[in-house]
């Protein structure tokens, strides 16, 4: 989520999108780019803190109030923007969820941005500089909000923004809770520099000693009064900033040494588009990470396909390297739970709901929950499907991509794999999953798990017909052997460079060399490339790309097609995905050619020996 100045953070992505669209933007060529209730001092003995064993083992499930705040939909924010979260609102979703999916594992409510603030967004601070519960929002106050979500046997969570508020700043003057004379004015740079994604907070030097009291303060008030989660917004790197005044990583560090302070097992997320060249960071100091920016389109439904669910398709995949038990990648909320207030169609809905599942993203709904239809609840309770999001093993990652038509997939610790077929196009479409892409050849078993069915054994592959923007999604049981390929380096002696394309070292390559600057006609041409069998081949290619880039690929001097190839999370990171060429009998040639734009760098293929 994002405070009410995030409407011109979605300007901007708009900006951005339609600059890119238009030819606007330039990528990196090069293989080597870079990337007042006063708190009391009671603690829970022995808690652990963020990034450690006791806390995100699974990715969490629950509620957040964001997606309504935002809406223009009728009768929803009826005392003008925001105005949704009341303390009244949050006990009808608190009563929603203990008696329609606590049951499923959903058990945390939410509290976004807004709980300090009054109707017209002016904010409330205590003596000390924190943030204190708005009187007309909250009128019992946020422990006992916390208190009553408790006793419904369900977590609480709150929000703050990062850095510390202008508003909280008092002239420098206001004293720190739990020191001797440290103010707001020796915790901040000289010269009020800003920071967070909206520029809302004074950047705290953490140089500073009195800086980390700070931070201290404001945990120890949330863990006394009973938050479970905090959610920590505007982080940068990320949040469409960067730079130095929006490095944010010793301010989530400190969060993490304040939670760990107070004694209370506080699951830390962090937010919004974190910059993926700092993942490790993320991973060491917070259990959770949102990697793209806000789901809702600020419309008069909670979200729209185009903007921005469609996003996480292209966004999630560089991600996928960094999820497991500690931390995950958050996708955002699904608001799939309601026709009516979803702004998408049925399909639409179980993509969205199939792609959260499998990439291990937090499932957490931003749907009224007193509104759910049976269609949204169906999707939302399928527990054959939450069984996948919670499971032990990586999220799930595209293994191929052609076109409009995708295939993720993922390996499940009994031997089976979660196979998601998706159709991104806007109209009807086949879409193929080939064994090949999963490691194995000939029979397989099938169960499609949205519909609970066996469909029988499947030779080679399965295709199904897909509507607009539509999905399948089957658990794969190999009866086949493991394909044995061929390996051919990229670096070979033997093959063809052209253009700007060059050798370059890779740590994580087969061999550690790969062929990088691929851009602007570059070429790489694999030379005596053999099979015994003519035919369609899917072609397994090891690469690296520190974005979601496109190369054309051909055989034997046929036209090249462009194919997409998603983030491997970075230029030194190797990933593989499958890619069909028609190969004739004996030797060929396979060419990668970057055309006009800018390419991934290839280290490496495997093809398939029949």
Not at 138 to 151: C, E, N, Q, T
Not at 171 to 176: A, C, D, S, T
Not at 587 to 592: D, G, L
Request: negative net charge.
């Amino acid at each position: 989520m994002r405070s009410p100045t995030r409407p011109a953070a979605r300007a901007l992505r708009s900006a951005l999108v339609l600059a890119v669209t238009a030819g606007l933007a330039v990528a990196v060529p090069t293989a080597q780019a870079a990337p007042s209730e006063t708190p009391t001092t009671t603690a829970v003995a022995d808690a652990a803190g963020p990034g450690e064993d006791s806390l995100a083992q699974k990715p969490y499930m629950g509620w957040s109030s964001w997606s309504l705040q935002t809406t223009s939909y009728p009768g929803i924010n009826p005392n003008g923007n925001y105005s949704y979260l009341t303390e009244a609102n949050v006990n009808k979703q608190t009563d929603a969820l203990a008696a329609k999916l606590k049951k499923y594992g959903y058990e945390y409510i939410n509290i976004d941005a807004g709980w300090w603030r009054g109707w017209d967004w002016t904010p409330e601070f205590d003596a000390y500089g924190r943030q204190k519960a708005d009187k007309a929002r909250f009128p019992s106050g946020m422990k006992a909000v916390a208190d009553r979500i408790h006793g419904k046997g369900l977590k609480a969570g709150i929000y703050l923004p990062v850095g510390l508020e202008k508003e909280g700043y008092g002239e420098g003057k206001l004293p720190i809770w739990n020191t001797d004379n440290c103010t707001t004015g020796d915790i901040v740079y000289s010269d009020l520099r800003t920071t967070n994604g909206w520029d809302s907070s004074y950047k705290i030097d953490f140089s500073k000693p009195c800086a980390q009291k700070y931070v201290d303060s404001q945990a120890q008030l949330i863990a006394d009064w009973g938050y479970d989660f905090l959610k920590l917004d505007g982080v940068g790197p990320g949040s469409f900033k960067s730079g130095d005044n929006y490095d944010n990583r010793a301010d989530v560090a400190a969060w993490q040494k304040a939670i760990k302070s107070t004694g209370r097992p506080i699951h830390l997320e962090i937010s919004w588009s974190l910059d993926i060249n700092y993942a490790k960071d993320w991973q060491a100091t917070s259990n959770g990470w949102r990697v793209d920016t806000d789901v809702e389109c600020y419309c008069n439904t909670l979200v729209s396909w185009e903007n921005s669910v469609e996003d996480r398709w292209r966004d999630t995949p560089g991600w996928t390297r960094y999820a497991g038990p500690g931390g995950w990648n958050d996708l955002d909320s699904i608001n799939v739970g309601s026709a009516a207030m979803s702004g998408l169609t049925k399909a639409e809905r179980q993509s969205y709901m199939t792609l959260w599942a499998i990439a291990k993203s937090p499932l957490f709904s931003g749907d009224d929950l007193t509104q759910l239809d049976d269609y949204g609840l169906s999707l939302m309770t399928n527990r054959d499907v939450l069984e996948i999001n919670q499971q032990p093993g990586k999220p799930a990652k595209p293994v191929s991509s052609v076109g409009d038509e995708q295939v993720w997939a993922s390996a499940n610790p009994d031997g089976s794999y979660t196979v998601a077929l998706f159709n991104q196009g806007d109209s009807a479409s086949p879409v193929t999953a080939d064994w090949s892409a999963l490691g194995f050849t000939g029979q397989a078993s099938v169960r499609d798990v949205w519909n609970s069915e066996n469909l029988g054994r499947h030779k080679d592959g399965i295709t199904q017909a897909l509507p607009a923007h539509g999905s399948r999604l089957f658990t794969v049981t190999p009866n086949g052997p493991a394909l044995k390929t061929t390996a051919y380096e990229a670096e070979s002696p033997d093959n063809v460079l052209s253009g700007s394309a060059s050798v370059a070292d890779c740590a994580e390559c087969s061999g550690t060399k790969k062929i990088g600057n691929l851009y602007l006609g570059g070429t790489l041409q694999f030379t005596n490339v053999v099979v015994k069998q003519a035919g369609r081949y899917l072609i397994n290619v090891a690469y690296t790309s520190g974005d979601p880039r496109s190369i054309g690929v051909s055989a034997n001097g046929k036209a090249p097609v462009a194919t997409a190839f998603p983030s491997t999370g970075g230029w030194g990171a190797a990933d593989t995905i499958s890619v069909p060429v028609t190969l004739k009998a004996g030797s060929n040639t396979v060419t990668f050619d970057s055309g006009t734009g800018y390419s991934p760098d290839i280290d490496k293929i495997d093809v398939p020996l029949r």
